[in-house]
C-alpha cells in the first residue's frame, strides 16, 4: 500500500509539473476496470462532457487497469487527497458508507426500471451523500448489472435445486446469507482461482451478471445461466471531499451534470455488453433458464429481516424504496 501511495504521488508530481497553464484544474480518476469494460466507456463520456462544459478549464487523467491500486486502496488515496474521482462497487463502498450495504439486499429491486428510479430518485441521491462525512462524495451510479447462478453439473430451476451446492461468493456477508436461505453452500473464493475450481468441481458453481460470466471464460465451464437477478449492486462514481470542496459553485455544477450524463450513456454501454454476452453464451451451448424470480424471492427474506435487526435504522429509506 505505501509503495502505490508513492507511485501516485510521484505520477501526480509529474503531472501537475507539466500544467502550462495554471488556470486549468486537473482531477486524477483512477479505477480497477480493463478499457474494454463498459463502466470504462461511461467514465469516457464523463471526462469529454466535462472538458466540453468547462472550456477545458477542468480536465480529467484517467488511470484504469488498477495502475494505483486495488477499490479499497483507491478510495484511502481519495480521502487523503492524492487522487480525486473514481469508480467504485457499491460493495466495497458498503466498508466505509454503512448505507451501501442497503443495496445489496437480494430483490431490493422489483426491476431495473424499478432500480433506476430509486438510484436517480431520493433514496440513491440520499445515500450519495451520505459518504461525505468520510471524505467520499457520492457523483452518480454506473449499471454493473444483476448477478445471477450458474452452475456446472446441475441446473437452477427453484431454490430447491440449491440444496447441496457448493456456490462460490465474494467475501460479503450478505451475499453469504443469501446462498445459505437459499439452501446451498457459500464458498468465498478469489475470483481469479474460480474458473480452476468450477472445471475441477471444488466448486460447484458461481453468481455474476452476464458481461462477467463470458469475460471470465466461466460459460466454457458451465452448462446453466439461471437469470434469478438475486442482486443489483451498482457502481458508484465518487469524488473526494478534499477536491470537491476547492471547485467554486460553478465548478461543482458542471462536475455534477458531467457525471449525471455519463451514468445514461453507460447505461446504453451495459446493455449492449450484456445483449453480447448472452449471444456468446448461448451460441457456446449454455442453457438459459428463465426461474420463477418469486419463489427465490420469498425464501431470502431472512436476508432483510436479519439485516434489518442489526441496522434498524436504515429501515425507513428501505421502506421508502419498496414503496416507490
Known amino acids: 500500500m505505501m509503495n502505490k501511495i508513492i507511485c501516485a504521488f510521484l505520477i501526480l508530481f509529474v503531472l501537475q509539473g507539466c500544467k502550462k497553464n495554471e488556470e486549468v484544474k486537473l482531477m486524477y480518476l483512477a479505477h480497477t476496470l480493463p478499457q474494454t469494460h463498459p463502466v470504462h466507456k461511461g467514465i469516457l463520456e464523463f471526462q469529454k462532457a466535462l472538458n466540453e462544459k468547462s472550456g477545458g478549464k477542468i480536465k480529467i487523467k484517467i488511470f484504469p487497469d488498477g495502475q494505483l491500486g486495488s477499490e479499497r486502496e483507491v478510495l484511502e488515496l481519495l480521502q487523503i487527497g492524492s487522487v480525486a474521482v473514481t469508480k467504485v462497487s457499491a460493495a466495497t463502498l458498503s466498508n466505509f458508507v454503512p448505507e451501501y450495504h442497503i443495496l445489496g439486499i437480494p430483490y431490493l429491486f422489483r426491476d431495473k426500471q424499478h432500480q433506476f428510479e430509486v438510484l436517480e430518485g431520493e433514496v440513491g441521491k440520499a445515500i450519495l451523500q451520505k459518504g461525505s462525512k468520510f471524505w467520499l462524495r457520492g457523483l452518480c451510479y454506473y449499471d454493473a448489472g444483476s448477478r445471477s447462478f450458474y452452475t456446472s453439473n446441475k441446473a437452477i430451476r427453484t431454490p ?112 449492449q455488453s450484456v445483449d453480447a454476452s448472452m449471444a456468446k453464451a448461448k451460441e457456446a451451448g449454455v442453457e438459459i433458464i428463465i426461474p420463477e424470480k418469486s419463489l427465490f424471492q420469498e425464501q431470502s427474506k431472512s436476508v432483510l429481516e436479519g439485516f434489518l435487526k442489526e441496522h434498524p435504522e436504515m429501515s425507513e429509506m428501505i421502506n421508502k424504496i419498496k414503496n416507490q
Request: no cysteine; glycine share 6%; net charge negative.
Open 160 to 271: 430447491k435445486d440449491l440444496k447441496g451446492l457448493k456456490i462460490r461468493v465474494m467475501n460479503n456477508q450478505m451475499a453469504i446469507n443469501m446462498v445459505e436461505a437459499l439452501g446451498g453452500s457459500p464458498t468465498p473464493m478469489a475470483y481469479g482461482e474460480l474458473y480452476t475450481a468450477i472445471q475441477q468441481g471444488v466448486v460447484d458453481g458461481a453468481e455474476n451478471n452476464p458481461p462477467s460470466f463470458v469475460s471470465s471464460n466461466h460459460y466454457e465451464v458451465s452448462k446453466y445461466y439461471t437469470l434469478d437477478q438475486h442482486s443489483s449492486v451498482p457502481d458508484v462514481l465518487l469524488i473526494g471531499t478534499k477536491f470537491w470542496d476547492k471547485l467554486n459553485d460553478q465548478e461543482k455544477q458542471w462536475v455534477q451534470e458531467a457525471a449525471d450524463e455519463s451514468s445514461q450513456a453507460e447505461k446504453v454501454f451495459w446493455q
